[in-house]
């Protein structure tokens, strides 16, 4: 008997998974908006992530904790405009956020989160 409860999932992975009080979620990408500017992507990443959360039975003002991956550190300001308007003040996770090569070229933001439920 498993406690675990899988959302969206595929035959490569899961788009979260609930464990016991927590959610993990997957590295998000902006599916539909992948070529776009850095903030039209972060936005629609934040919009998926709090469908997600919501499908799990929790929001973003249970956020522990969430690791920002960006295909160029000169995106940081423009991802931080989208991101700061987004997370709730005084209930803001622990963060990273680095530098890498996404999965597509496409891509220039990438995000995961863990949250309580």
Request: with cysteine; glycine share 6%; net charge negative.
């Amino acid at each position: 008997m498993s406690d675990l409860k899988r959302f969206k999932t595929n035959k490569r992975m899961s788009q979260a998974v609930v464990h016991g009080n927590t959610v993990y979620t997957a590295g998000q990408v902006a599916m539909n908006a992948g070529g776009e500017s850095v903030t039209r992507q972060t936005e629609e990443i934040l919009a998926e992530i709090d469908a997600l959360l919501a499908d799990a039975g929790t929001d973003k003002s249970k956020l522990i904790s969430a690791t920002i991956w960006l295909s160029n550190m000169d995106d940081f300001a423009e991802m931080n405009e989208v991101w700061d308007a987004w997370v709730v003040p005084g209930e803001t996770p622990a963060r990273a956020c680095v530098e890498s090569k996404l999965a597509a070229p496409q891509f220039t933001v990438e995000i995961q989160v863990i949250a309580a439920i």
